[in-house]
């Protein structure tokens, strides 16, 4: 019932009640009922409700013995990356638990939140996360596609499209980055 509410909340642009209520819908399922807590982050995908999809996905990293699979994985990146551009991300999702499961992700959402959420200026930051990511894992397809919209915000748009097509022919890259 508080997961109905919590998503009946968020299509009613109610963002921090629906907040509350998914705490309580998870609290009351238990951290260890990962299909309860798959299902509701898939609900809240389907509804572009990143933030709310990757806290689900990032308690599940958090709690579970054996990490999250392949596919839930891929789930969450997607939903921290693009999370990662709202202003109020942060709130819902510290950059300190991300990195607790992925810390090249952590550095990828903090510079995206810097590229989406800080003057022109101060956007050099996200180039100083960009390349903590790098070092980290440096065949991350989030890395790139950060890059682009950098050099997008920098107004660099034929440098963006030059990284966006070298991403888009890699074979390996998620169909969501695609």
Do not use: C
């Amino acid at each position: 019932a508080h997961l109905a509410l919590a998503l009946e909340l968020w299509d009613a642009k109610e963002i921090r009640p629906a907040m509350d209520e998914l705490t309580k819908a998870v609290d009351l399922a238990g951290a260890d009922k990962k299909d309860f807590l798959a299902k509701a982050a898939e609900k809240f995908m389907h509804r572009e409700a990143w933030a709310p999809a990757a806290s689900l996905y990032l308690r599940m990293a958090l709690t579970g013995k054996q990490g999250l699979s392949p596919e839930l994985m891929g789930n969450f990146h997607e939903s921290v990356y693009k999370a990662a551009e709202q202003k109020e991300m942060p709130l819902f999702l510290p950059f300190d638990r991300i990195e607790k499961v992925n810390p090249a992700l952590s550095h990828i959402a903090r510079g995206r939140h810097i590229v989406y959420n800080a003057s022109q200026e101060e956007a050099m930051d996200a180039v100083v996360e960009m390349a903590a990511a790098e070092k980290i894992n440096p065949d991350m397809p989030e890395i790139s596609l950060l890059k682009a919209e950098y050099e997008m915000k920098m107004g660099n748009q034929e440098e963006a499209k030059k990284t966006l097509l070298a991403l888009t022919s890699k074979p390996d890259v998620p169909e969501w980055i695609r």
